[in-house]
């Protein structure tokens, strides 16, 4: 079984639609997949529809944005969990109105800075998704301000740079309490990006984490021998994907090419239901 459990689509900051996706994983073969959209769960049914015609397998899924101080951004995947939960949906909608009002203020600071960027021109990328931080990069980038979009995030709204705004937070494990509550599983993701993740892995293990992401474009080899030896050790699952956002640009890549093990999705499964049996 070819197996992709991390991929997002226009319902936050990826370039294709929902069935859109499911079209190409059916072109590269993938037979299960998980569309993990930053905070929001809106492109988990169209995909669900749309994979339909392929007899492709679409978990629900989703990434939470979390932080810490000490390990900065600890992005949480969540799998198999009710999309209407009501304590997350309620804490969706907390982030989804956060990160509203945080691009708005990047927004001003860019005009104080002398940039005539207009909050229109944000919506006109984002269209429906989550607004997210690429977006307002790409119309930094539209409207003439940088040569490409990575150079706008980088110039200006990247960590440290003169438009950054700090977005609502969430501790990982805050996450992992979350996912459990919505009846999901919880795995980190891309170790790789994230500082003194040995510590952090261990420190997370005891507080309910249930999977790592040890396959990711972002793990190097040391972080993948780790990973996947300290999921062994600590009886947690190990999963893995490609972090699809779009086929072209700074962050190109195709579904699949970084792939879960076969039977992680089962794994995921008998997980859950010792989860949520005890």
């Given at each position: 079984m070819t197996v992709d459990l991390h991929m997002h689509t226009t319902a936050s900051d990826g370039a294709l639609t929902p069935s859109e996706l499911v079209a190409l994983c059916h072109q590269h073969r993938l037979q299960t997949i998980?569309?993990?959209?930053?905070?929001?769960?809106?492109?988990?049914?169209?995909?669900?529809?749309?994979?339909?015609?392929?007899?492709?397998?679409?978990?629900?899924?989703?990434?939470?944005?979390?932080?810490?101080?000490?390990?900065?951004?600890?992005?949480?995947?969540?799998y198999l969990i009710d999309p209407h939960n009501p304590d997350l949906r309620a804490k969706l909608d907390h982030f989804q109105s956060g990160r509203e009002h945080r691009a708005k203020r990047m927004v001003e600071r860019l005009n104080e800075l002398g940039i005539a960027l207009q909050w229109e021109h944000?919506?006109?990328?984002?269209?429906?998704?989550?607004?997210?931080?690429?977006?307002?990069?790409?119309?930094?980038?539209?409207?003439?301000?940088?040569?490409?979009?990575?150079?706008?995030?980088?110039?200006?709204?990247?960590?440290?740079?003169?438009?950054?705004?700090?977005?609502v937070k969430i501790t990982p494990v805050e996450a992992i309490e979350l996912i459990h509550r919505a009846g999901g599983v919880a795995v980190m993701a891309h170790p790789g990006l994230v500082r003194e993740v040995e510590p952090l892995m261990s420190f997370l293990a005891d507080h309910g984490l249930d999977g790592i992401e040890v396959y990711h474009p972002n793990n190097g080899k040391h972080i993948r021998e780790a990973a996947f030896h300290f999921a062994k050790q600590h009886?947690?699952?190990?999963?893995?994907?490609?972090?699809?956002?779009?086929?072209?640009?700074?962050?190109?890549?195709?579904?699949?090419?970084?792939?879960?093990?076969?039977?992680?999705?089962?794994?995921?499964?008998?997980?859950?239901?010792?989860?949520?049996?005890?």
């Open positions: 998980a569309i993990t959209d930053h905070d929001t769960l809106s492109g988990y049914e169209p995909a669900r529809l749309a994979a339909q015609a392929y007899s492709i397998t679409v978990l629900t899924g989703i990434e939470l944005s979390a932080e810490d101080d000490r390990h900065g951004d600890v992005h949480m995947l969540g944000v919506l006109e990328v984002a269209q429906d998704a989550v607004i997210t931080r690429p977006h307002i990069a790409t119309a930094l980038y539209r409207q003439g301000y940088a040569s490409n979009p990575a150079e706008a995030f980088e110039r200006y709204i990247s960590d440290g740079k003169p438009a950054y705004v700090e977005r009886g947690l699952i190990v999963t893995g994907g490609s972090d699809f956002h779009t086929t072209s640009g700074h962050h190109a890549n195709t579904p699949g090419s970084h792939l879960a093990p076969s039977d992680a999705p089962e794994k995921l499964v008998a997980r859950q239901k010792q989860i949520h049996t005890a």
